[in-house]
């Protein structure tokens, strides 16, 4: 009969259990937040930025995050939004702390710009969400008739997964009339309970007796659990085993290999026979260690049967139960502590990465931040961690094990865009355990290169006549900067030529450097002239470097000699007169040429291409003097007419001819005859200008007397050259851009020819000339007989045309 003495009695009231959140701050501004297990995923844990007093925004320009030391489940996490903790997953904290009554997730927020740290607990506390049970479903005990009123026997304890109030608060019995229920209090705060008999049994009357044993926790609702209590009614054994101590403890290393004795547990019965005999079980055990150790029930070894792993559970708490075969039992209390073996390298976690990282960066600026973790400790056991030697980097230490990535030098992308950093931890372990990481890190480019030539100056040589558009040079120059600041544009420095501007004559492919003439060159305006070429790259802001290209015209064969003496045709008709005793070798004229090319295209060449007496004549092929091939004689025609040839040196060879007309004659009387030679020469003249030019050839001719009387008394024997005085050439007369040759032919400005007196003009013009060259021979000075010349110089000093035929008729020049 169940009398319900030492039950728990239990009042059940209807408790609503709300989770509540307390956020407290720390020393150094730690968060604290309280939930409750088996949350649901995306619930609100607290709002961590108004807990710090910040904003949601200042959380997400810090790029905040929540690390969780080791690799367990996040279970938390933040969203940066908003500042508010969620749950991420499930949270069960049975299966996070096991039996511990107090059970908690330890974080860290991380804040970058300035790196700054906040513990965050989150302390999750106990929901009834687990009945208690018990080991053994069917318990059996063998009572002995003898048992007196008031006999104890222990009975299993029941387990529950929760804690606190949550745990088992008490056990019942159901109503018989043999036995009652003791139930007492652990110093752990469990709860375990002692079948008593409270009226002797009777073998006889009731071999056995089934009870129903409940174990009931604190929760709301309450949840309870049941086993079945098999008494079996036998003679008396009246001695309970007994444990050589009442709590074991013992230390087990992780990794320790399966079936390694943890310890070994002793129970004595000082029955005889079957009553002393003591076998062993677990009476409470939770569910992880249940996969972790075993116990022989016949000699006690506990044993290692699953994989120990110190990261996973620091401490296991069993109890034991030694039984006889009586079912007399008793129960002691099994310790297992983990140590930590070093079986994990340290970790290492990059949070933060500035990657590419721009080459103006200074020296001592942070790239990135590195986390190294080692899950071997539960505190933050010291880990050295280094960076390679040979890159311009290195690591600082900052909080804990965080750590900065510095640039220890200038970096510069053209020598160096890429660097492979290799990240070494080492752990303090016995032996140490390293880990690597190798982070790829690129370096962003800057224009800070302008364009370099690849030549410190050019130059162009172009041919005058060129076709416009036709290429002078191209230029190059190069940029090690990348991409658009790589990237070389070309152009022309803006200037003048010969006071026209420059564009008119030169252009530049902007992407090429091609540089193209706008129009054809003329060597004759100009020789050579320089530009300056600026090379751009497109950076921001541009970078530019200049050149200067000097262009050289080269001359063509593009002007025929010019003529300057004796004039050209269609100007007035000159005559030379020859005396008749001119020796062979006597210079009787001269051709005088120029052209406007330089070099070889103005080297000139003479040449007698018609002559009325081929042999009588000669020319100097480089000199154009004209000279007596042999002596005059009386049988030479008076009248000689010479066709010059005038040829530069140019390829292809450009000419030009000239006429001289000579006369030989030593008597002026003879000049009239020469109106036929004019008139054979051009008869488009009317007879009345013959009759005009006679009167005024006449009329000049007695005054050309008197005047040469008077010089003849002033000046001796100074030489006259005879030909038309229209011919005098002054320097100033010369065409600019003349090339100054000597040898070629060509006039020099100091060589110049006077004349005094005309007798081929049709107009009979008599002039009066004097030398416009310093090195004529003075008025008081006498020109020397050449050798092998027997004439004398040309000297009028009369009318006497008889004298006259005797002297000279050319001068020869100085």
Not at 209 to 222: I, S
């Amino acid at each position: 009969m169940w009398t319900g003495h030492g039950c728990c009695c239990f009042s059940t009231t209807l408790i609503f259990f709300t989770w509540f959140i307390i956020c407290l701050p720390g020393s150094n501004g730690d968060l604290s937040y309280t939930i409750p297990e088996e949350m649901k995923r995306g619930a609100v844990v607290g709002n961590i930025a108004k807990d710090l007093g910040m904003d949601s925004k200042g959380l997400m320009s810090r790029h905040a995050r929540l690390d969780l030391k080791g690799t367990r489940k996040r279970f938390c996490d933040i969203n940066v939004q908003t500042g508010e903790m969620v749950v991420a997953e499930r949270i069960d904290r049975e299966e996070l702390c096991s039996s511990k009554v107090s059970c908690s997730l330890k974080y860290e927020l991380v804040l970058e710009e300035p790196l700054e740290l906040h513990q965050i607990v989150v302390q999750v506390q106990d929901v009834n969400d687990n009945s208690p049970r018990f080991s053994n479903d069917d318990i059996k005990l063998e009572i002995r008739e003898s048992a007196v009123r008031g006999a104890r026997f222990p009975l299993t304890e029941a387990h529950d997964s929760d804690v606190g109030r949550n745990g088992i608060q008490g056990y019942s019995l159901d109503k018989n009339e043999h036995f009652t229920l003791a139930v007492h209090s652990n110093s752990d705060g469990g709860k375990r309970c002692e079948l008593v008999l409270d009226k002797e049994l009777d073998r006889e009357t009731q071999q056995d007796v089934t009870l129903v044993l409940t174990a009931t926790d604190g929760g709301t609702p309450p949840k309870s659990g049941t086993a079945v209590i098999h008494v079996t009614v036998l003679d008396a054994n009246d001695n309970l085993p007994v444990f050589s101590q009442a709590v074991y403890k013992s230390s087990l290393p992780e990794n320790s290999p399966m079936d390694t004795v943890v310890m070994t547990v002793s129970a004595t019965d000082v029955d005889e026979g079957a009553n002393g005999e003591v076998s062993y079980e677990f009476s409470r055990i939770s569910d992880k260690a249940a996969k972790l150790f075993t116990i022989d029930s016949a000699s006690g070894d506990i044993k290692v049967t699953g994989p120990i792993d110190f990261e996973d559970e620091t401490e296991y708490e069993i109890r034991v139960q030694a039984s006889d075969s009586s079912g007399l039992s008793s129960n002691a209390k099994v310790f297992i502590e983990i140590t930590d073996v070093n079986d994990n390298a340290p970790v290492i976690f990059i949070k933060s990465l500035k990657n590419p990282v721009p080459e103006n960066v200074l020296p001592g600026t942070e790239i990135g931040i590195v986390n190294v973790q080692d899950e071997d400790s539960e505190g933050d056991r010291p880990v050295r961690c280094t960076i390679q030697q040979n890159t311009p980097f290195k690591l600082n230490p900052s909080i804990r094990n965080y750590f900065s990535i510095v640039t220890t030098s200038k970096l510069d992308r053209e020598e160096i865009d890429n660097y492979n950093i290799t990240i070494t931890a080492t752990d303090e372990g016995e032996p140490p355990l390293s880990s690597f990481k190798t982070i790829n890190l690129s370096v962003a480019d800057i224009n800070d290169n302008p364009p370099v030539f690849e030549e410190q100056s050019y130059s162009a040589y172009v041919s005058e006549n060129n076709k416009p558009g036709s290429s002078v040079c191209s230029v190059s120059a190069r940029d090690p900067d990348w991409r658009q600041n790589g990237t070389v544009f070309y152009s022309l420095l803006p200037s003048e030529v010969n006071g026209v501007a420059l564009s008119s004559y030169l252009s530049i492919n902007g992407d090429t450097g091609v540089i193209h003439a706008v129009r054809a060159f003329d060597y004759e305006q100009f020789r050579s002239f320089k530009v300056q070429v600026v090379a751009r790259d497109n950076g921001s802001p541009p970078l530019s470097s200049n050149v200067t290209v000097s262009v050289f015209i080269t001359d063509e064969n593009d002007n025929s000699p010019q003529i300057l003496y004796p004039t050209p045709e269609g100007n007035s008709f000159m005559t030379e007169m020859v005396p008749k005793a001119a020796l062979s070798g006597s210079l009787l004229s001269k051709v005088i040429a120029v052209d406007a090319d330089s070099g070889q295209n103005a080297w000139l060449s003479y040449q007698i291409v018609k002559s009325t007496d081929p042999g009588l004549f000669t020319i100097g092929v480089h000199s154009g003097e004209i000279r007596a091939q042999r002596d005059i004689s009386e049988s030479d025609s008076m009248k000689q007419n010479l066709v010059i040839s005038v040829k530069d040196n140019g390829q292809p060879s450009l000419s030009t001819t000239c006429a001289v007309y000579l006369v030989i004659s030593d008597n002026l009387a003879e000049v009239p005859e020469l109106k036929d030679m004019s008139y054979e020469e051009n008869n488009s003249k009317l007879t009345s200008y013959l009759i005009i030019a006679l009167v005024s050839v006449s009329t000049f001719f007695l005054t050309f007397i008197i005047l040469i009387i008077a010089v003849r008394l002033c000046h001796r024997r100074k030489p006259r050259l005879l030909f038309d005085g229209a011919v005098a050439i002054p320097s100033a007369y010369l065409p600019p851009n003349y090339a100054d040759v000597d040898g070629t032919g060509t006039l020099r400005s100091t060589y110049n020819y006077d004349a005094y007196m005309t007798t081929g003009s049709r107009t009979s013009d008599f002039k009066f000339v004097t030398s416009y060259n310093d090195n004529t021979l003075p008025s008081a000075t006498t020109l020397k007989r050449s050798p092998g010349d027997n004439s004398e110089c040309l000297n009028f000093t009369s009318l006497d045309f008889t004298d006259t035929a005797s002297k000279c008729s050319t001068l020869v020049n100085t």
